[in-house]
Each structure stands twice: as C-alpha cells, then as structure tokens.
C-alpha cells in the first residue's frame, strides 16, 4: 500500500507508529548474493548461511548457471519479527528468469542465509 | 475453472510473498519466538496480529467467493449468504489495510501464510461452512474482542470502533455457518458429524496447543504500543460473549480453554 504522504495538513485521525524502514545494510547484502548466484561463487555463498541452510544454499547455487544473467532485481520483501524474506530474480538475454526466496537474519553486523528456495516454475507467490 | 483449488493456486501478485505455515514456525523458533503468531509481548504485536487478521480477511473472501462458485447446485439463500459474505470481507480488508497505515505498517510488511485457505480443501459445503464460518470466523471474534479491549486500554477510539464494526459483521458470518452447517445436513447425521469433524480439527489446528485462556485467567504483561504502555493479555483469549451471540453453546467454548 503506498505511503499516503505529507500529512501534516491532513484532518482526521494521524498514524500512532512510524513504518519501520528495511535496512539498508540487508539491501546490501542481498545485492552482495545476487552477485555470487550469478558469477557461480557457490563457496562464498554457502559461508553466508547458517549451519542448517547451506545444503539449501548449495543447491540454490547449483542451479544457477554462471556468466548468463546480466541484470538482477529484488521482486518483494517481507518479515517475520527480525527475519527478512526477500524474493528476488536474476534475468538475462534470452535465458529464463531465475526466481528464488531467501530468508536473512542479522548476526551482530552482517546478515546471514537462514532459508534458500528456488522458486522458479512455481505459480504465484507460494513456497512450500 | 477449477474447483476446490489447491493452495499452490491462490493468485497473488509478483511483489507478495506467501509462505506456508511451517516456514513462518521455523522463521519464529529461529528468533526463539513462540512458533505460532505474534503475541502480545512482542515489539511487533500490533502491526504483525492487524496484518495477519487483513490477510485473512484476504482470504476469507476468496474462501467465500469459491464457496459460492465452488458448489453451484447449493440452495438460492445458501449463495445468496456467500456472497454477501465476499462483500463483507473484502470492506474487513478495506479496513484492516487502514488500520495497518494507521500503526504505521502496510499491506505486505509481513509475510502472508496459506493457513486459512488450507481450512477450504474439503468438497462438501456443509463442512466448508462449518470449518471457515464457525472454526476461523469464531477465531476471529477471540482475536477481534482481545483487540478491541487492548484499543480500550491504550483509549484508541479508532481501533476500538473499526474491530468493532468488524465484530458485528463475523458474528452474522459465525451464525450463517451455524444455520448450513444444520440445514445443509438436515435428515443425514453423518454428514452433520463429517461436517462437526472438519470444524474440531480446524478448532485443534488454532487452539495454540493450549495456549488460548479465557479473559479471567489471562496473565497480565505491560505492553508497549507506540507511545503508550498498558497492562495486557499475555495469552490468546477466548471471547465468550461474542461467541455466545454467534450461536455457540457453552460447551463447545469449555472445550477451546
């Protein structure tokens, strides 16, 4: 839903909480993994994930075949309590989309991959 | 089209994201949060229950859109109700997306879940009525009236009175499914007991193993809601009133404690 604006002038009942901003820091590092999905750098990858998600990890990396996706974008974000999930999707010329899910979570001041899902092929936002 | 359609169907934009209830439980025990939603003493209590209640308002209109597609050969006034209930829900979600600008969330800052639409995979209409309108819409008045008083509490009249029109509105829906779940089965007692069956297990799926208490038993927390702090439930409540005005016997809410 869009933000309604400045609403300082506005008559009526006024918001009692602020939105709470995604940070910018999980922005970062989900361009930093956008960057090692496409280029192949699986290593790299699954040092981000915890324990528990890196055969998951591994498998998202594996699926991905490197040097053929020239463009990525963040499709949707959402969050459980300080976990993030993020939908995002590396394109190139004449290959098909690669759409997948992760879920971060802060640890001290990076954030690390506690899920990995590869969504492509599936239908709307779903994932099992 | 497709009758009953799976989960996996449900349509939603590109820029949404729907999870299933076991990734949201693992989300939750990952932060060592209780697995189920989020409770009152949590910093995000507010804005997490509206989203969710707004989703599910999503949803029960969807629910009741394919009801009454779903079983074409149901009686006149039994559509005639769904449709009005597809009406009903989609102003709840008008609403509800209000309200989540109005504590300064937004439609799609939380993940959404499949829960609700899980209780729709049942072919017969009489247990689609018993499942969505007395097992979810009755969760609905617990969750609604535990609302309502919290807004009491921090003296939102803005809160307190949206839930509260809402409210009315799912007491009507809880007593259209008690009234089809009866005369939907009327002269087949197994079916009347299919239809019981399909509610019971929809009631055990949301009785937060046991977590639920009644207002009188509910420990008291301070919980902190925007500016304002306020003693509060620590626990789901089960809003008997409201459930005795849908149509439920006392027995059956004993049994949700």
């Given at each position: 839903m869009p933000d309604m604006g400045y609403?300082?002038?506005?008559?009526g009942p006024q918001p009692i909480g602020k939105r709470k901003p995604i940070p910018e820091t999980l922005m970062q590092a989900v361009a930093q993994i956008l960057d090692l999905l496409a280029d192949g750098k699986s290593s790299e990858l699954i040092a981000m994930s915890v324990d528990t998600a890196k055969d998951e990890t591994a498998k998202l990396s594996s699926a991905v075949k490197p040097g053929i996706y020239s463009d990525k974008r963040v499709a949707a974000t959402a969050r459980t309590n300080e976990h993030y999930w993020i939908k995002a999707e590396l394109t190139g010329a004449e290959v098909k989309p690669f759409l997948f899910q992760l879920r971060l979570g802060p640890a001290h001041d990076h954030w690390v991959i506690w899920q990995a899902t590869n969504l492509s092929d599936s239908r709307s936002a779903w994932t099992r | 089209m497709e009758k009953c359609i799976p989960v996996d169907k449900l349509a939603r934009p590109e820029n949404h994201i729907l999870i299933s209830l076991d990734r949201l439980r693992q989300a939750r025990t990952d932060q060592g949060?209780?697995?189920?939603n989020a409770m009152p003493?949590?910093?995000d209590f507010l804005g997490a229950r509206l989203h969710g209640i707004c989703v599910g308002e999503l949803q029960a209109m969807e629910a009741a859109g394919r009801t009454l597609f779903d079983f074409p050969d149901a009686p006149w006034e039994f559509q005639l109700d769904m449709a009005r209930q597809v009406w009903d829900e989609s102003r709840h979600a008008e609403i509800y997306m209000k309200l989540l600008e109005y504590v300064g969330?937004?439609?799609?800052e939380f993940s959404e879940t499949e829960v609700l639409w899980s209780c729709t995979q049942v072919d017969d209409p009489a247990c689609r009525v018993a499942g969505i309108n007395r097992g979810l819409e009755g969760l609905a008045c617990d969750v609604f009236e535990q609302l309502i008083r919290l807004a009491q509490k921090m003296g939102d009249p803005i809160i307190e009175r949206s839930v509260d029109y809402v409210l009315a509105d799912e007491i009507t829906h809880v007593r259209m499914g008690s009234k089809w779940m009866r005369k939907l089965t009327e002269g087949d007692p197994e079916r009347l007991a299919k239809a019981q069956m399909f509610q019971d297990n929809i009631d055990n799926l949301f009785n937060f193993q046991g977590g639920r208490t009644t207002q009188e038993d509910a420990r008291q927390i301070d919980l902190k809601v925007g500016s304002k702090e306020v003693a509060f439930d620590a626990s789901l409540t089960i809003a008997k009133d409201a459930r005795l005005l849908a149509g439920f016997t006392q027995e059956e809410i004993d049994r949700m404690v």
């Open positions: 609403r300082d002038n506005v008559m | 949060l209780a697995p189920f003493h949590e910093e969330s937004y439609l799609g």
